[in-house]
């Protein structure tokens, strides 16, 4: 054949440097091993957070840092923006926990938000806040029960 060069005779197409094009080929055994393996990579916080998401009425539980605002983990219904709801939750947990301190009223353990459109649930355990965004209609008293023994278990 003129006009082709193949690599060596051995029938690959190859450049003048005689490099080869390595031949496209699908993953479905190696997606295959990986499913058949069982293994899911989760938090340690995932357990706590669908627990709380399970909840009637909860649209996001979020653990967030309490310095910063940064989202560690979350459990988003689609349409909630994480980001800024744990960043304000968390300063608003951090003013609430230092108002109590100075108030000399001891440490403060839950606090509650009450908006016409909703609730937003923060409660912490060392510099990590348990944020949870519910409807107005949920019920709060079941809520904070698992909010504060998810943050008890806080590292």
Request: charged residues 25%.
């Amino acid at each position: 054949m003129r006009g082709r060069r193949f690599a060596r005779g051995r029938g690959i197409k190859g450049n003048a440097a005689r490099t080869r094009q390595a031949r496209p080929r699908s993953l479905p055994r190696a997606r295959t091993a990986l499913v058949g393996r069982g293994r899911t990579m989760s938090s340690p916080f995932a357990t706590a957070l669908a627990a709380l998401t399970r909840q009637r009425g909860v649209r996001a539980s979020l653990v967030v840092d309490e310095n910063d605002g940064i989202v560690v983990d979350s459990n988003l219904q689609i349409g909630q923006d994480g980001d800024r709801v744990a960043a304000l939750a968390a300063s608003l947990y951090r003013k609430a926990r230092l108002s109590a301190r100075a108030a000399r009223l001891g440490t403060a353990t839950f606090m509650q938000l009450e908006a016409e459109r909703g609730r937003i649930c923060a409660a912490g355990h060392n510099d990590l806040v348990l944020v949870v965004v519910a409807d107005p209609a949920a019920n709060i008293g079941m809520i904070r029960v698992e909010m504060i023994k998810a943050a008890g278990a806080l590292p």
